[in-house]
């Protein structure tokens, strides 16, 4: 019997360091694994015994990419403890250094990691060869949102200038209005990245998805909400623990997480699409009108189009917020920390972002558990890639092994975050 | 930058246990990446491309410390291949945040974090690149600063020295004018000890640093921590104070532990 083996050694334009094995014999898949080789970097443990203040500067350093839905997951989960509620002109920060963090990341991925699969090249490099525009634009989009992060957070890989209770600082009206400007121009620059990315050709692969994401009665979901799915699901985040599992699988000795039933379930842009359409922008909402990208999508390889609607309600937001921003507020308010057990879940840009922790009453942290977003796609991922190859067994080789590269890609994984939940195997050269 | 070759340097991004973050600031050069592109052969850099090119390179870009058996050996086939290597980052040039678990026994960080603790292969410390191979030139930083990677790369590609300041963040904070926030606000701050290049980020947003960039040559870290214990810190206090990114540089690691007995 003909069967073929396909492997992916070093997953490329992804965060992080994964590999891909596929057996196929005749018709059917003997084996499929995606795995994670990334070394063990042990947070959880060594939270334990570290002040409450700190968590935000550790637990930014899990991820470059998306370090604010760190620091803000953490932040959320300390004032849980502490019985504060942040409202105001804070809270409205917090949402735009989160547009900063969205901006960013979302172009990132749209334009350097993952249109280069739609228009087959290698890299974004390349496209620039033959479209230097395209890929200049791109990246001032894209440091536009790293500018935000920049200014509000003081640099944009692990920025300083979050803490519990809000901000160490407030920079001037004037920093701000400067970008405002800029912003205008980021707001058009994506309502062409949507037009762009409906565009683009996407492989026939629809599935009945269990979506999850934040959601909030006034606004689309950056920080807070309940937890809901398009299967039912209705929960405060409290209760995530008892609403997900980590699972031991057989075949591929990993711990997935999964939901009540067991089964794998789809966080991240599609998902708050999905499941919060109603709460985006007008503008944000016009767009998907106009290029026919309504909700419900069942599509992954259309995520990309998901980031680029999130893109332009990012930047919609962050004007929104700018102009309003009443810029004579203190950074931050003070509290007592009495200790116990505190919950934070955001949206990071890949999907929900889950923290618990437990701290005594001396401030020290007793114990902590960070869920991050790759490590909730994981077994979703890996059933796309099953599904995937189920329907499409009889394309060449090559063409399969890179469409199942990008099938993957669809979910934007950030393997550095995702380590704790994965047997590590060592297969790359 | 220009190189001095007709022929475009190689250039290779390594990653070891880390966060992406200091190769991360490669793409974040969003106004030189283009350039960067066209006066370096950007041959292996997974992060950015599926196109991997074969050694030798020219340059090595190295992130991330040693926490595993295979690392180990990993990083010398590297050195092998790189005419220069430079290590980027807390990780790669002091162990990173990983590093704590060196102060402990680390199967009890296993236990805590894994279910399947036997499924888990990790050294007992996490090293820095330089305990295992022969390092060209270490930039500091978690994360580095974009714009001295790429004055470390245009340096290099133009053999000459790369400039980079190696005084304390304290010095930045005088140049910038920042009043002292320990002084002035009795805020607890590293500066006085810590390596320049954040451009004394943390105190213009009205905090004390934390260390980032690791410990200044020659810093006298007993007499800043004589400083903390007259501003009411506690033994615990000081140690968790320089034990952060760069816990496990030399400066940082002995003082730490000299409070902690």
């Known amino acids: 019997m003909k069967s073929k083996t396909i492997k992916v050694d070093y997953l490329a334009r992804v965060e992080g360091e994964g590999s891909l094995v596929v057996n196929i014999k005749g018709n059917k898949i003997k084996d499929l694994k995606f795995k994670i080789f990334e070394p063990p970097r042990f947070f959880e443990a060594f939270l334990i015994g570290r002040h409450y203040t700190e968590a935000p500067d550790i637990t930014a350093r899990i991820c470059g990419i998306c370090p604010i839905a760190y620091q803000m997951s953490s932040v959320h989960a300390m004032e849980r403890i502490a019985g504060v509620k942040i409202e105001g002109p804070i809270r409205d920060l917090r949402r735009l250094i989160y547009c900063g963090e969205w901006i960013e990341s979302h172009v990132l991925h749209i334009y350097l990691l993952h249109a280069p699969d739609f228009l087959g090249y290698e890299d974004a490099l390349q496209i620039a060869k033959d479209h230097p525009d395209v890929v200049k634009k791109a990246l001032e989009l894209k440091k536009i949102g790293n500018d935000i992060v920049n200014l509000l957070g003081g640099r944009e890989i692990h920025p300083i200038n979050v803490r519990v209770g809000g901000f160490y600082s407030i920079p001037s009206k004037n920093e701000f209005l400067l970008l405002l400007e800029r912003l205008k121009w980021a707001r058009d620059a994506a309502l062409e990245t949507v037009r762009w990315a409906a565009s683009l050709p996407f492989p026939d692969f629809d599935f009945d998805y269990e979506f999850v994401a934040l959601r909030h009665p006034d606004e689309y979901p950056f920080n807070e909400g309940r937890l809901v799915s398009n299967k039912g699901l209705d929960i405060d985040i409290s209760e995530y623990e008892n609403n997900f599992f980590e699972e031991h699988i057989a075949h591929s000795n990993a711990l997935h997480s999964v939901n009540k039933k067991g089964e794998p379930y789809f966080v991240g842009p599609l998902a708050r699409f999905n499941l919060n359409f109603d709460k985006l922008s007008p503008l944000a909402q016009e767009i998907s009108k106009e290029v026919g990208f309504l909700p419900p999508v069942t599509n992954p390889f259309k995520s990309i189009i998901a980031r680029a609607v999130e893109t332009v309600y990012a930047c919609d937001e962050a004007i929104r917020i700018i102009d309003n921003m009443d810029w004579n507020t203190k950074p931050y308010i003070d509290f007592e920390m009495p200790g116990g057990i505190g919950y934070g879940c955001t949206e990071a840009p890949r999907g929900i972002l889950y923290h618990r922790y437990k701290v005594g009453p001396d401030g020290l942290i007793q114990s902590a558990k960070i869920v991050p977003p790759t490590s909730q796609n994981q077994k979703q991922i890996e059933r796309d890639l099953y599904e995937f190859v189920n329907k499409y067994i009889n394309l060449p080789k090559n063409e399969l092994q890179w469409k199942l590269e990008q099938a993957i890609r669809n979910y934007d994984p950030c393997i550095s975050c995702a380590t704790h939940f994965l047997k590590i195997e060592f297969i790359q050269e | ?261």
């Open chain 2, 1 to 261: 930058m220009a190189a001095t070759k007709n022929k475009k340097p190689k250039l290779a991004v390594w990653k070891f246990a880390s966060c992406d973050g200091c190769q991360l600031s490669l793409l974040d050069c969003e106004d030189e990446l283009l350039q960067v592109a066209e006066i370096v052969e950007i041959a292996n850099f997974p992060e950015a491309s599926r196109a991997i090119q074969s050694g030798p390179y020219d340059i090595s870009l190295v992130e991330g410390s040693i926490t595993t058996p295979h690392d180990a050996e990993r990083i010398h086939k590297i050195r092998r291949q790189s005419k220069v290597l430079i290590t980027i980052g807390a990780c790669a040039t002091a162990g990173g945040i990983q590093a704590l678990r060196n102060f402990k026994d680390v199967r009890e960080f296993i236990n805590i974090v894994y279910a399947n603790p036997k499924f888990i292969s990790t050294l007992q410390n996490s090293t820095p690149i330089s305990y295992h191979v022969y390092v060209d030139y270490e930039l500091r930083g978690c994360p580095i600063n974009k714009y001295q990677l790429l004055e470390v790369l245009n340096a290099f590609i133009n053999n000459r020295k790369p400039n980079i300041p190696n005084t304390s963040v304290c010095i930045e904070c005088k140049r910038k004018g920042i009043t002292c926030v320990m002084v002035a606000e009795g805020k607890v701050c590293l500066g006085p000890v810590t390596h320049a290049g954040c451009n004394a980020l943390c105190p213009t947003y009205n905090r004390g640093c934390f260390g980032c960039y690791g410990p200044k040559e020659g810093s006298n870290t007993s007499s800043l921590s004589n400083q903390f214990e007259e501003m009411g810190l506690s033994n615990y206090d000081i140690v968790r104070t320089f034990r952060g990114f760069n816990a496990y540089s030399d400066a940082f690691r002995k003082e730490s532990e000299a409070y902690e007995k």
